[in-house]
């Protein structure tokens, strides 16, 4: 009995967009700390419906998701940074949050590489 490989073209032009988001993701991370990257989230949006039934679904929704968090928690460091806490709380939790979201980014583009779906 032999096994045969059957790809979809639709599922791997959408495995190409979810690759490019995910590094437009990380590179308005990287360059703006996240601030431009709403230019991918709505990318995301648009594109998210298209691949339904696929993994890159959950892909898209994993940016999604981390858009957001990330986007929480710089407004509650920013909040930190200008109250009487002041930079002794905001500085190590903005540290924290850029490895938090680094470590989303790079999970995400493994996993889409090894055809793994996000949680």
């Given at each position: 009995m032999?096994q045969?490989?059957?790809?979809d073209g639709?599922v791997?032009?959408?495995?190409?967009?979810?690759?490019?988001?995910?590094?437009?993701h990380g590179?308005?991370?990287?360059?703006?700390?996240?601030?431009?990257s709403?230019?991918?989230?709505?990318?995301?949006y648009?594109?998210q419906p298209?691949s339904?039934?696929?993994?890159?679904y959950?892909?898209h929704s994993?940016?999604i998701?981390?858009f957001?968090w990330?986007?929480?928690?710089m407004v509650?460091?920013?909040?930190?940074?200008?109250?009487?806490?002041?930079l002794v709380?905001?500085i190590?939790?903005f540290?924290i949050?850029?490895?938090?979201?680094?470590y989303?980014l790079?999970?995400?583009f493994i996993?889409l590489?090894?055809n793994?779906?996000m949680p």
């Amino acid at each position: 009995m032999t096994q045969e490989l059957i790809l979809d073209g639709k599922v791997e032009d959408a495995k190409n967009t979810a690759r490019i988001l995910y590094a437009l993701h990380g590179a308005t991370f990287f360059f703006s700390l996240g601030t431009l990257s709403i230019i991918p989230l709505i990318i995301n949006y648009v594109k998210q419906p298209e691949s339904e039934g696929t993994l890159v679904y959950s892909h898209h929704s994993w940016m999604i998701r981390s858009f957001w968090w990330y986007l929480v928690w710089m407004v509650i460091g920013v909040f930190f940074a200008v109250t009487v806490v002041g930079l002794v709380v905001a500085i190590p939790l903005f540290g924290i949050i850029w490895v938090w979201k680094a470590y989303r980014l790079i999970r995400g583009f493994i996993d889409l590489n090894n055809n793994r779906a996000m949680p």
